[in-house]
């Protein structure tokens, strides 16, 4: 009698798996065994409340500050975005060193950087770092704070601030009538009106 009971349930494997964010239990048949399996769905299905119920007592508090998602695709939600940013902006200030100081472009690297480097020293919560920086979510500003970490070397190449002083630009002036597809760009204060009223 105990070799068949060990036998059954060495038999028998249950498997938990996440389908489309549902619980679903499937009951496998693991090893030879003749006749099938037998699964009371409503056992399981109270197991998977009942392990729903504790997730949410337990595990929700810890969970209540990460985002579920981003809402923009091919951005996944970053849980610990805070130090992420926080790392990034101090490899950007170290970064941008070479450049001289009194290039702008360091100038500007350096002061929105320790802008945001601050506000998510203050800030530990996600959504007041994202409410204060006002350039996005948190992912996004990761995604910016990489994006110059790869522009400094290559400003740093190009040293556009070093322009020689003698440097002219040619201003071209065409006085040809503007084609009609073409959109006209006005000032905000001009009046279409005003050619006629004169």
């Not at 489309?20 to 109270?46: F, M, T």
């Not at 929105?112 to 998510?120: D, E, G, N, W």
């Not at 556009?160 to 065409?174: R, T």
Request: contains cysteine; hydrophobic residues 35%; charged residues 35%.
């Amino acid at each position: 009698m105990e070799a068949a009971e060990g036998e059954e349930s060495a038999g028998r494997k249950l498997s938990f798996r996440k389908d489309l964010g549902n619980l679903r239990w499937e009951a496998e048949e693991a090893g030879k065994r003749e006749g099938g399996l037998e699964v009371d769905p409503k056992k399981y299905k109270l197991w998977g409340q009942e392990r729903a119920m504790f997730l949410r007592r337990f595990a929700g508090p810890l969970l209540a500050g990460v985002k579920a998602t981003t809402g923009i695709v091919g951005l996944e939600v970053v849980p610990n975005a805070r130090e992420v940013l926080v790392s990034l902006y101090r490899e950007t200030l170290k970064a941008v060193e070479p450049i001289p100081t009194t290039a702008q472009y360091r100038k500007t690297v350096e002061a929105l950087t320790q802008h945001r480097l601050k506000v998510c020293i203050e800030e530990e919560d996600w959504e007041k770092i994202e409410e204060k920086i006002q350039g996005g979510q948190v992912e996004e500003l990761i995604v910016q704070a990489q994006d110059e970490l790869q522009l400094i070397p290559k400003m740093a190449e190009w040293k556009p601030w070093e322009v020689p002083e003698d440097y002219k630009v040619e201003i071209i002036e065409d006085d040809d009538s503007v084609p009609s597809h073409i959109p006209i760009h006005r000032p905000r204060h001009w009046n279409p009106l005003s050619m006629f009223l004169s």
